[in-house]
């Protein structure tokens, strides 16, 4: 049985930063593709971060330079770490995992607020 449990989420101030983590099970975790996606209320799910089997990363646009996506394959773990986050950040945050197959967590919240 495969399971994505994501971790890390709450409440943090404007301009401070969180650390995701997402620990995997029941697959092979070094062969997938992992990624991190959002979804604020009313607005569709859209992908944050993603990171190859082999290391290599892409990030939306309006987290670049401020999130970085990680993989430990000995842990089974995949990480965003969350820096300068603003209220456009508050969401529901969801791990991924893709390959011919895909999984997704249940996700974890992240609130932006003062």
């Known amino acids: 049985q495969v399971q994505l449990v994501e971790s890390g989420g709450g409440l943090v101030q404007p301009g401070g930063s969180l650390r995701l983590s997402c620990a995997a099970s029941?697959?092979?975790?070094?062969?997938?593709?992992m990624g991190w996606y959002r979804q604020a209320p009313g607005k569709q799910r859209e992908l944050v971060a993603l990171i190859s089997s082999d290391g290599f990363t892409n990030y939306a646009a309006a987290v670049k330079g401020r999130f970085t996506i990680s993989r430990d394959n000995a842990k089974k773990t995949v990480y965003l770490q969350m820096n300068s986050l603003t209220s456009e950040d508050t969401a529901v945050y969801y791990c991924?995992?893709?390959?011919?197959?895909?999984?997704w967590g249940q996700g974890t919240q992240v609130t932006v607020s003062s």
């Open positions: 991924n995992a893709a390959r011919k197959d895909a999984y």
């Open positions: 029941g697959i092979t975790f070094s062969l997938y593709f």
